[in-house]
């Protein structure tokens, strides 16, 4: 079955980093368009980041364009978002998700920026 998982979420101080990895099975993943989001408590789910199925093509949130960088492994079905320089407004519940003709998502990691 579909699966996407989440992993590397965290606890860091302010100005640090941290790599979110979202391992897929169950489709071809090299041919679906990935996202990761992100959502605080109350608020809706915001887009963060997307890469193309090749990886050719990035997109970002200017909230955190110049900080964050999507990339993906074809090869490995996963899909990564290094984020650094962690703002305490990064803080959310980060979730990846597979778009084409259907979408998936995972469960979510939880990413804490705080001192």
């Known amino acids: 079955q579909v699966q996407l998982v989440e992993s590397g979420g965290g606890l860091v101080q302010p100005g640090g980093s941290l790599r979110l990895s979202c391992a897929a099975s169950?489709?071809?993943?090299?041919?679906?368009?990935m996202m990761w989001y992100r959502q605080t408590p109350g608020k809706e789910r915001e887009l963060v980041a997307t890469?193309?199925?090749?990886?050719?093509?990035?997109n970002y949130a200017g909230s955190v364009k110049g900080r964050f960088t999507i990339s993906r492994d074809n090869a490995k079905n996963t899909v990564y978002l290094q984020m650094n320089n962690l703002k305490p407004e990064d803080t959310a519940v980060y979730y990846c998700?597979?778009?084409?003709?259907?979408?998936?998502w995972g469960q979510g990691t939880q990413v804490t920026v705080s001192s």
């Open positions: 169950g489709f071809t993943f090299s041919s679906y368009v």
């Open positions: 890469i193309s199925p090749a990886g050719g093509s990035t």
């Open positions: 998700k597979a778009v084409q003709i259907n979408n998936y």
